[in-house]
């Protein structure tokens, strides 16, 4: 149990047959497959919303009943353009469980970005934005991280393009592992309170999915749980889950 694995191949036999056993599993029993099959070449990121907490709280006790420390890496982006409540949701997640936060910051401080592409930017151009302060960032965690696999707590519940997530995407590189992938909204929420997890206090003021302040609003009655996100853009990801990041081409950073 969380040993260092060498990188298999991973044949269309293991993957239907792994994809099969896992299909009715837990999110507790799906964690525990992905430390065992990946051990310390696995990391978490996470971005501190109610999915990303019950994760850690079920990785947590994971390595809590082994009698270990949590020391999987946990990436964590910060744009600069995050609500302090988020922040603060990470400080007591770390305070709680002691686990390893690696944050990541963009290239280009906010006044550099706004001299070199104008203002405004997460307004006239949030996929650019995007580009500069969360996926190039994410890029070089994975760069200089090198796993395996990520463990990532995106849900099917939380959007249409979500809706058909699987449980491991095994088209990426690293592999992205989804425990909560068939969790209902109901069963995060209930999950978080019923343990006492620290958790964004914006979720009680109708942020249903929170991102950058520029960005995010609260959630109406009866709206899609992102629609508070980049609203009135058309724009519902920002990026950093439909990047393939060995092949990126990040000469647009460069420019
Ligand atoms: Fe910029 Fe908005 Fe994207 Fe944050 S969510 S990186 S502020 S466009």
């Not at 390595?63 to 946990?74: K, N, Q, S, V």
């Not at 936060?101 to 203002?119: D, F, I, N, S």
């Not at 939380?158 to 990426?172: A, F, G, H, K, V």
Request: aromatic share 10%.
């Amino acid at each position: 149990m969380i040993q260092m694995k060498q990188t298999k191949k991973y044949t269309r036999p293991y993957r239907l047959w792994t994809d099969y056993r896992l299909r009715h599993r837990s999110p507790r029993q799906i964690i525990r497959w992905a430390l065992d099959a990946f051990g310390e070449q696995l990391v978490m990121t996470s971005a501190f919303g109610m999915n990303g907490v019950a994760l850690i709280h079920m990785v947590y006790e994971e390595f809590r009943e082994h009698g270990l420390d949590m020391t999987i890496p946990i990436i964590f982006v910060d744009t600069g353009y995050l609500f302090p409540e988020t922040l603060e949701t990470k400080r007591r997640i770390e305070a709680a469980y002691g686990c390893r936060v690696v944050t990541y910051y963009p290239a280009l401080g906010k006044e550099e970005q706004a001299a070199r592409y104008g203002p405004d930017l997460p307004h006239r151009d949030p996929d650019l934005c995007c580009r500069l302060r969360k996926v190039e960032p994410m890029q070089r965690a994975i760069a200089e991280h090198r796993p395996v696999a990520i463990l990532n707590g995106r849900a099917c519940f939380q959007s249409s393009t979500r809706r058909t997530l699987p449980i491991i995407e095994w088209n990426y590189t690293p592999l992205r592992i989804h425990p909560l992938a068939h969790w209902s909204q109901e069963q995060v929420v209930d999950y978080v309170k019923s343990h006492h997890i620290p958790y964004n206090p914006l979720y009680d003021q109708g942020y249903l999915s929170i991102g950058c302040q520029p960005c995010t609003r609260p959630v109406k009655p009866g709206e899609p749980i992102r629609a508070g996100r980049w609203p009135g853009t058309g724009k519902s990801e920002c990026g950093i889950w439909t990047t393939e990041y060995p092949t990126a081409d990040w000469t647009v950073l460069r420019k």
